[in-house]
């Protein structure tokens, strides 16, 4: 649990940027997420990791009712304030860590955790703790950023992460999910990739970096050794880099 007072500076300072973030509010993720979920309308669900609402405020228009949980105060505050002003009114809200949720085991319809794993040491630990809440046959949707492929590559991009970000822990592989799935007791349904871009402006002033962190990211991404330029694409035009990234994006089922 040793991270969670890094998530707790890290967000706490940045908090309103990431209910104002345009990635994070992109429509047509989220369409394309609520479409996957298609809820009836019946469900209770939970949305791990709610940030600055994004996923809550999506998923709350299809079911009965959804707790929003974050363990960092100024961020539920944020999804609150998101939550008004959309006029929805069938969202509570919990403070609690994800790899302790304080809900009795077969709470849920739905679990939504929306990029957020990669703050998380013991993330197959989490994704065990939102299988045990959820119902037998219930959703849990994850998304989040796909670890890069070559081993040295991944850890390049995991160290140019945490100079963005202290909180930041590690972006999981392809095979690190799977291994997460079956010891959660959870049935792949759906998996896709989704290509995306880290505009290094915008992406370092939503988490308050450093001018000399941003510094050091860019002396990093102009100086790739060969066996991570392979696999970490990043270009610049003038003073600003743009870092390919993908997002991967998992519909399980509880066994
Ligand atoms: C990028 S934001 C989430 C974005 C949001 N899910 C959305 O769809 O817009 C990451 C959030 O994860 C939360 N977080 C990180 N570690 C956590 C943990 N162990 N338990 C609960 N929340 C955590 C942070 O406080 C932060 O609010």
């Given amino acids: 649990m040793e991270n969670k ?8 300072k940045n908090a309103e940027k990431y209910r104002k973030s345009r990635t994070h509010s992109d429509t047509e993720t989220l369409n394309h997420i609520f479409n996957l979920i298609s809820p009836r309308g019946t469900e209770k669900a939970l949305d791990v990791g709610c940030g600055g609402g994004h996923m809550t405020a999506a998923i709350a228009k299809g079911v009965r009712e959804v707790v929003a949980l974050d363990v ?58 939102m299988s045990r809440v959820l119902r037998k046959g219930g959703k849990l949707l994850i998304q989040d950023i796909l670890g890069l492929d070559g081993k040295e590559a991944r850890s390049y991009m995991d160290n140019i992460d945490r100079l963005r970000d202290p909180s930041h822990i590690k972006n999981y592989g392809r ?15 759906y998996s896709e990739l989704i290509p995306g871009v ?54 399980a089922t509880k066994k």
Wanted: proline fraction near 3%; hydrophobic fraction near 40%.
């Fill in 5 to 12: 007072n890094a998530v707790r500076i890290q967000f706490s």
């Fill in 72 to 129: 960092t105060p100024e961020m539920l505050v944020q999804t609150g304030k998101l939550a008004e002003e959309r006029k929805l009114h069938n969202l509570s809200f919990c403070l609690a860590d994800a790899r302790n949720l304080p809900f009795q085991t077969k709470t849920f319809n739905v679990v939504s955790c929306r990029i957020v794993l990669h703050h998380i040491q013991e993330a197959g630990a989490a994704i065990a703790e």
């Fill in 175 to 189: 095979e690190e999910w799977t291994n997460f799935l079956e010891r959660g007791g959870l049935k792949l349904v």
């Fill in 198 to 251: 880290y505009t290094l402006e915008d992406w370092t002033t939503r988490s308050g970096t450093p001018s000399d962190c941003v510094y050091e990211i860019k002396t990093k991404l102009s100086n790739m050794p060969v066996n991570v330029s392979k696999y970490l694409k990043a270009t610049h035009s003038g003073e600003d880099w743009a870092i390919q990234m993908r997002y991967i994006l998992i519909l």
